[in-house]
Nanobody, 126 residues
Framework: QVRLMESGGGSVQAGGSLRLSCTAS??????????TGWFRRAPGKEREFVAS????????YYSTFGEGRFTASRDNAKNTQYLEMNDLKPEDTAIYYC?????????????????WGKGTLVTDSS
């Protein structure tokens, strides 16, 4: 079983930046085809895909709203993935979740992921 723990959420003014972290433990093995993703759920909305990182290659994929503003990365030595968010907007307010799954699967869909963190809250303080 893979366990995921997010951190780094907080309140930030519009235009500001924030970096989220997600550390994996348990049966997570970077030598296998693991992919970790970020999702978010805004108030009153469904959970939506934000970005993903494939651990074996470092390859990333972004949602349309994240492209150009958000950067996903991973640190193999720390079993940790990051989501750097810049130029934050009020509509980015949400609970951000880390998720992990073994490829192949549809990375933008919730159902493909095997493990989830409990989430970290990002809010607009403007």
């Amino acid at each position: 079983q893979v366990r995921l723990m997010e951190s780094g959420g907080g309140s930030v003014q519009a235009g500001g930046s924030l970096r989220l972290s997600c550390t994996a433990s348990g049966s997570f093995d970077i030598n296998h085809d693991w992919l970790t993703g970020w999702f978010r759920r805004a108030p009153g909305k469904e959970r939506e895909f934000v970005a993903s990182v494939k651990w074996s290659t470092g390859g990333t994929y972004y949602s349309t709203f994240g492209e150009g503003r958000f950067t996903a990365s991973r640190d193999n030595a720390k079993n940790t993935q990051y989501l750097e968010m810049n130029d934050l907007k009020p509509e980015d307010t949400a609970i951000y979740y880390c998720a992990a799954g073994r490829t192949p699967f549809t990375i933008t869909e919730v159902a493909g992921y095997e493990s989830w963190g409990k989430g970290t809250l990002v809010t607009d303080s403007s």
